[in-house]
Structures are given as structure tokens and as C-alpha cells.
């Protein structure tokens, strides 16, 4: 399983995969925080990155099946992945594997937000006038949230040999589990009876309670579920195509 992961992490730092999402993701955000009027941090008045973790969701759902798009849809397209079922390890190994490798990815592209933390927290009046718990606990439920997508990307890479399609395809399921129970709730027959507990259902809604500052058990056991959730059916592909 080692091994995997260090070979999942040498290719994407050996190619110019790892460079462009990570690359692309600070400078997306950079300019949607500091130079696009909407969530311009300079413009806002007060010292706050609502803004940065309010894009940073949308940033992700593009840029994350960017990188797991490869992750079975290579191996299958490539005839690789029956020599990699082949080897003395579990399937569920060779995905946990191919998971944490993408899943660093995602965390080392997101380390570097931390220098919008500092500037913001040198700009407050007076300096540090931030709310650092809230700020706290949306970087781990943006580290929860990245790990959703990528076991959506996975799951995504296993049903197809097209990179192609494994990313719209990811993109779509990452837009449905996202926002796509939110919306859901706002028709108007399930206000006022159903709506709050389908939005439950969606990741906004755990993730919107996770960056309040308060890490709530409900919320990790709903992130863990999810991801474990789309593993388990990245299993179910991977052991399929051996048959």
C-alpha cells in the first residue's frame, strides 16, 4: 500500500499535474479574494475570509476531479490495472492508496491559503481581530470537504476508462452531494415539512456548521460517511472488472 501511495504521489509531482491544480487553485482564489469585486477581502471593511471559504468549495469541485480523473480511468485505459489487482495487495489497499495520495495533493494545494490567514490577520485593527476558531475549524472541514470529492473523484475514475468523462462525471456528483440537497429543500413542497432535514443530506450543510468554529461529532460522522461511502462503491467497481 506504501508503495502505491509513493508511486500516486511521484507522478503527480513528476508530471505537471500537481503544479497546475495547485498553481490554479491559489491563483483562482487569489483573484476571486483580492482583485474580483464580489469577495474582494479589501473591499469588505473588516477583517474576515468568509470570502476564501465561501470560493474555495466551488474551487475544489472542478479542480479536485482534475486530479482523480486519472486515478482507475488511466489504469483502465492502459490495461495497467489487472497487473495492479494482480499484486499481493487488497483492493480496498490499492484505493485507500490511490485516496491519501490525491487526498495530500488536495492538502499541500490548500497549506499555502494559510498566507491569506497571515495578511488578514496583520490587516485587522487592531492586528488579529479575527475570529481564529471559526477560521479553526473551516480549514477542517475544507480538508473534510476535499476528502468527499476526491472519494466522489475515485468512484467517478472507476466507471470508465475516459479521463475525460470521469471528471465531468465527478464534477456532477460533487455539484449534486454539495448543492444539490439545498436546492432540493427550497421547492417549495417540501418547505416548512421536509426542508431541513434534505438539507442535512448535502455536504453545504455540514460543512456551513463545521466552519462556525464548532466541530460537531454529527459532522464528522456525516464526512466520514460519505467518503467511506464512495470507497465502498470504488470497491464494488474495482472487484467487478476482475470478473
Known sequence: MRSIYLKEINSF??????????????????????IFPDDNILEAKFASLDSLFNVAPLVLMFLI????????????????????????VADWQ?????????????????????VYYVSVYLLGSPVGNLDTGAIMGSYIGLVFLGACFVSIGIFASSLTKNQIVAFIIATFLCFLFHWGFSY?????????????????????FHYGSISRGLVDS???????????????LTLLMVERRKW
Open 184 to 204: 432540493t429543500s427550497r421547492i417549495p413542497v417540501f418547505v416548512g415539512r421536509f426542508d431541513d432535514l434534505i438539507q442535512s443530506l448535502g455536504i453545504d
Open 65 to 88: 476531479p482534475a486530479i482523480t480523473m486519472r486515478s482507475f480511468a488511466e489504469e483502465n485505459q492502459t490495461g495497467t490495472i489487472e497487473l495492479l489487482v494482480t499484486k499481493p
Open 218 to 232: 454529527r459532522d464528522v460522522v456525516y464526512f466520514f460517511s460519505i467518503t467511506g461511502f464512495f470507497l465502498f
Open 13 to 34: 509531482f513528476s508530471s505537471l499535474i500537481a503544479y497546475l491544480v495547485i498553481g490554479g487553485f491559489l491563483a483562482l482564489l487569489g483573484l476571486l479574494l483580492w
Open 94 to 114: 490499492i484505493i485507500l492508496a490511490k485516496f491519501l495520495a490525491c487526498l495530500t495533493l488536495v492538502i499541500i494545494a490548500i497549506l499555502p491559503t494559510l
